[in-house]
Every structure is written in structure tokens, then in C-alpha cells.
């Protein structure tokens, strides 16, 4: 029988969000709840399983645990991008890779809720409400009649767009590939360059794929064109804002507050500044974290198993 272990299930809840039963005999399953930090630790609780599945960039593979790792054939990775897994090191080991569907609807959903959350003060307000502390403490800023600057106007950012729009919103958006076209058709202007649209944002969300060429691309030089009553919002990866630099202007109150759900680590450092600051809402990476999502990426990793068991395997994510 084969060994399969489900990594990083923070909530307890894989084997519950598939009919894993569909494998057996064949495959033993088990979920791995806790996180396992190093190589070390990850060999020493799955080396003995053929076949892994991992969530997003929770535990990230590398060559040197494609090494630790001899008895591994099949990878399944939820979404059908994962930039954690070296797929040159899965093939020279001879270990297939597969992915999942993934909605974008759930990270566009969470894009607001920090919008919102930030805008209204919702945290200390409702803080204050459950400690017994001043009635109203904060001002709200408006949407309608703000402008909404979108770094992106993809699957995601369009649909970011959309709720924008339906707030009485001022759409603006940029990305080197944005087109008039493009942009026309969803209702948005298109800014004529990422800095016109960092000093022209009340809102900047961040909705564009890391990549060498996105990282970083938000650095100290367009935070300070920002206004100082602009938030920044980041549900896409934290690596296309230069991090020291956010910590710099959300310290110096160069901007009002950041509303993040992305980290350079994660999960993020007991000590690490996001964690105290007063203008930061910050929310464990939970931008695909919902019921549907789970169901789709755990019910396709049992299709991914099945096919590579009947050797034909689906979604193959190739180097």
C-alpha cells in the first residue's frame, strides 16, 4: 500500500473536504496538522510516503527536500501555480507534479474585508466595544467619490473592480501589460504609470503575479507618492512591496494604514512589526482560505492520485 500525507492542514479539516476513501486499498491517507519547520522535520514525519499533497506555499520544496525525500513520486499542490516548488529538481528526481482549480472569488472577497475593515476602523472600534472602552473613537473614511487604484487587472483585480464600481468608486488602474481595451471594458481608467497611480490611490490594492519583474515593484520611492490619508492593501504576495520600506512609511504615518494578508514570512515572526503596528490590519494568509476553495483543491488532489495511480496523470505542472 502507498503512503499519502496532507501537509500543513491548519484547520484539521482534508479528510473531511474529500472522499479520500475513493483511494483505499491502494493509499493510506493521513493529514499532517501541524507545521513542520525545516527539511529536517519534513523527511522525519512524510519520508516514508510516495505521494504528498501540500497547500499553496505552506511548506515550500525546494531540491535540498526533493533529496530527503527518496521514496516521493507524486507532489499534488493546491492551485495550479505554486512558486515554492523547484519542477526542475521534481523531474530530475523523477517526482510528478500536479496541480488544482483555484477561485479567484475568494481572494477578491478578502480584498474588501480589509478595505472595509480599514476604512471604518472596524478592529478598534469593535475592540473598544467589547472592552468597554470610548464610544467611537475613530472617522471613517468615505468610498464613494474615492479612487481606487488596482496594480493589476486580472482574474482578481477585475472583480476587485467590479465592487468598486458598485461603491460609487473612481477605478484606476496599471500594470505593464494593461491595455485601454482592457481596461475600457471593465469600466476602469488606466493610469498612465505606476507612479501616477500610487499618488492618485486613496485605496491601492495589489492584484498582480510575483514574478523578477513584479518584485519589489512598489518600493520606497511610490510609497512616497502616496497620499497620507492613502491605505495600501496587499492580498497577492508580499515580496512586490518592498517591506522594509511599507514598515518605514506605516511608522513615519507617511501613509494612513495597510490592510495585508501576505507575508515575506510565514507564518509571520512573533516580534515582527505587522503584528503591533496601529495602522496595520493584518489578516494569516487566508485569501483562499474558504469552504468552496477546499473542497475543489482536496476533491481534484484525489482525481490528481487516482490519475497518476491509472498512469495518466492530470494537471501536470511542467518545469
Not at 35 to 42: D, F, I, M, S, T
Not at 86 to 94: E, F, R, S, Y
Request: glycine share 10%.
Amino acid at each position: 500500500m502507498l503512503r499519502c500525507a496532507v501537509l500543513d492542514d491548519y484547520q484539521n479539516t482534508a479528510l473531511a473536504m474529500a472522499d479520500w476513501a475513493r483511494l483505499a486499498p491502494r493509499v493510506e491517507v493521513r493529514s499532517v496538522s501541524g507545521r513542520l519547520e525545516g527539511h529536517g522535520a519534513v523527511a522525519g514525519a512524510v519520508g516514508d510516503c510516495e505521494i504528498l499533497v501540500i497547500m499553496r506555499e505552506r511548506t515550500p520544496f525546494p531540491r535540498a527536500l526533493f533529496e530527503r525525500l527518496p521514496k516521493l513520486r507524486l507532489l499534488v499542490t493546491s492551485g495550479m501555480r505554486n512558486a515554492s516548488v523547484d519542477l526542475v529538481a521534481a523531474a530530475d528526481h523523477g517526482v510528478t507534479v500536479c496541480g488544482t482549480a483555484s477561485s479567484s472569488t475568494p481572494p477578491a472577497e478578502l480584498t474588501w474585508a480589509l478595505v472595509l475593515g480599514l476604512a471604518r476602523g472596524i478592529v478598534p472600534e469593535s475592540g473598544a466595544l467589547r472592552a468597554g472602552g470610548p464610544w467611537q473613537s475613530t472617522v471613517g473614511a468615505d468610498l464613494h467619490g474615492a479612487t481606487l487604484g488596482l496594480l493589476g487587472l486580472g482574474k482578481i483585480g477585475a472583480q476587485v473592480a467590479r465592487v468598486g464600481r458598485a461603491f460609487g468608486m473612481d477605478v484606476l488602474a496599471w500594470s505593464r501589460n494593461l491595455t485601454a481595451e482592457r481596461a475600457e471594458s471593465l469600466g476602469v481608467r488606466r493610469a498612465a504609470s505606476l507612479d501616477g497611480l500610487c499618488a492618485a490611490s486613496d485605496f491601492l490594492s495589489v492584484h498582480v503575479v510575483l514574478s523578477e519583474r513584479t518584485r519589489g515593484l512598489v518600493g520606497a520611492a511610490q510609497l512616497a507618492l502616496m497620499k497620507p490619508s492613502a491605505y495600501l492593501v496587499n492580498t497577492a504576495r508580499a515580496a512586490i512591496v518592498d517591506q522594509d520600506a511599507l514598515v518605514a512609511a506605516l511608522r513615519e504615518g507617511r501613509i494612513a494604514g495597510a490592510g495585508l494578508d501576505v507575508f515575506d514570512i510565514e507564518p509571520l515572526p512573533a516580534d515582527h512589526p505587522f503584528r503591533t503596528l496601529p495602522n496595520v490590519l493584518a489578516t494569516p494568509h487566508l485569501g483562499y482560505v474558504t469552504r468552496g476553495n477546499y473542497l475543489r483543491y482536496f476533491g481534484e488532489a484525489v482525481e490528481d492520485i487516482e490519475a497518476f495511480l491509472a498512469g495518466a496523470p492530470v494537471r501536470v505542472l511542467a518545469p
